[in-house]
């Protein structure tokens, strides 16, 4: 099955750290991609991470990969208002094209 | 130039209008794509073209009907639309659409509502 899921909202103070999760069924996923979504836009690649690791660490982001459970999660460190958007996890498979099964995103909320 | 451009921004058309969404990238990808996405919701695949011709149709009705004419313009044509149909309708492009082609570059979307 593709089923991606994610929690639907989290709120944090500026300068926190943020920890949005995402879980999937797709065992053959190859890799995982965290996206950023804000008001009326397009989608922002953020950082990726391929199914073979377990970190990868980009500035203010890490990501962490849990393959045995089928987890992942992207943290954000020194959280700012303009981190506030909605994050989507995303995952494809070693096909011949980038088909991306999206999971059903976050609205992260940071207050000032 | 590291831009996917969509226009209209905005589209309101009626059941029986024919109407066309337009994406272009000048990023001499070859990989060009088609979502949707409903309201609260994750973007959903449509269409995948590659070398201009269409690769991928996740069983898309055809009142949507997807055009390539070139390796830089998508187009999605549009007919005898439904009010479900109301959505943001998402380009994409990616380098070559093969394994090891990491990221698709999304253009800000095209909202087309349908009364």
């Known amino acids: 099955g593709e089923d991606v899921e994610q929690s639907l909202f989290l709120s944090v103070r500026e300068g926190d750290s943020s920890v949005i999760n995402c879980t999937y069924t797709?065992?053959?996923?190859?890799?995982l991609y965290w996206y950023k979504q804000e008001p009326g836009a397009g989608l922002q690649l953020l950082t990726y991470i391929f199914s073979n690791m377990d970190m990868k660490q980009d500035q203010r982001l890490t990501v962490l990969l849990n393959k045995k459970d089928k987890h992942l999660s992207l943290r954000i460190a020194d959280t700012q208002t303009g981190d506030s958007a909605i994050y989507f996890c995303a995952e494809s498979t070693n096909t011949g094209f980038q088909k991306l099964v999206f999971g059903t995103g976050t609205r992260l909320l940071v207050s000032p | 130039d590291t831009e996917v451009t969509q226009t209209p921004k905005h589209l309101v058309m009626g059941m029986t209008n024919k109407k066309s969404l337009k994406c272009e990238q000048h990023?001499?990808?070859?990989?060009m794509y088609w979502y949707k996405q409903k309201a609260k919701k994750p973007p959903e695949l449509m269409f995948v073209?590659?070398?201009?011709?269409?690769?991928i149709n996740e069983s898309v009705p055809s009142r949507f009907s997807p055009e390539c004419p070139n390796s830089s313009l998508l187009n999605l044509h549009l007919h005898a639309l439904q009010p479900e149909d109301s959505a943001l309708y998402l380009c994409?492009?990616?380098?070559?659409?093969?394994?090891?082609?990491?990221?698709?570059?999304f253009g800000p979307g095209t909202r087309l509502t349908v009364l």
């Open positions: 994409a492009s990616s380098q070559d659409g093969n394994g090891g082609d990491l990221e698709q570059f």
């Open positions: 797709d065992s053959s996923s190859t890799y």
């Open positions: 990023m001499g990808h070859r990989a």
């Open positions: 073209y590659s070398y201009e011709k269409l690769s």
